[in-house]
């Protein structure tokens, strides 16, 4: 069955397995983030709108559980952020009314200003929002967002979310090796932290490929400091995979489909997904791997800003 919107399951070191639905076409975005594992935000903004219609996307998910797949979360995210799509609610909710999986929404953040978006994820069993900066010139720095957003706009409206969300809230930081992991802001952070109501928060670093080469991953150890500078009044994990890929999840013949295509000519992330019918999300794991064991490398065309791959 080929599948549009439905992905999965996916290994996730905090969600176990996690069944992901993606409401947002590919890079669209409120941010353009030096970290980003798909790339480039090709269209940046805070406008929200509908995209896809919702009932495709719940006839695809019966569809997909009518298969008796076991999940231990259903995600709704996306290629993008996935609170720019305008029918978040409906879709969170319809969701609710067909499974009992819990449900998780992974997010940035940058929209919960906005009581509508606030409204949207009230259904939602678990919220993850990220907060990986709270100066200006660090926000703009790492997030690269839309020009009409300001890092305190971000930050009220994460504390407003927080205060009145009835779900479990995981605050995600992802670090970068000097941009992000100063002492003074990460005690930065550490004030907002104290004033949100949230049950966690994970620290991930780079592991995956990041859109800019300049993004560079802290270690083990420099991420357990970080840890314990934050870590007091509420719980702080680190939640990056600096272990190997689940080979209980991991499909050597997918493997093996991408040495082949990217033997014939080089390609991008986009361009192995639609070859192979694998989505984004999902194929993104496997490229971190087959990277990690030296099958694969990266690289750019000219200075370019789309990545391509080829085999060793």
Known sequence: MSNKYIYGPVPSRRLGRSLGIDIIPFKVCSYDCIYCQLGHTTDKTIDRKEFYQ?????????????????ADYITVSGSGEPTLNSELYEIISQVKLITDIPVVTITNGSLLWDKEVRYALKEADL??????????????????PDRRLEVSRVLEGLMEFSGGFQGKIYLEIMLVKGVNDSDSEIYKMKDIIQKLRIDKVQLNTV?????????????????????????ADIPVEVIADFERTS?????????????NLL??????????????????????????EMKRKNVIKSYSIDNSEKNYYKVY
């Open 54 to 70: 919702p009932s495709l996307i719940l006839k695809e998910l019966k569809e997909f559980l009518n298969q008796d797949i076991k």
């Open 263 to 288: 033997k014939r000519r080089p390609c991008t992330l986009v361009d192995i997904a639609n070859a192979l019918g694998i989505h984004n999300n999902e194929l993104i794991k496997y490229i971190t």
């Open 127 to 144: 919220v993850i929002p990220s907060m990986d900066a709270v100066s200006d010139e660090i926000f703009k720095k790492i997030n690269r």
């Open 207 to 231: 592991i995956r490929p990041p859109s800019e080469k300049s993004a560079v991953s802290l270690n083990n150890e420099e991420m357990t400091n970080i840890k314990e500078k934050i870590g």
């Open 247 to 259: 080979k209980a999840f991991y499909n050597i013949d997918i493997e093996n489909e991408v040495i």
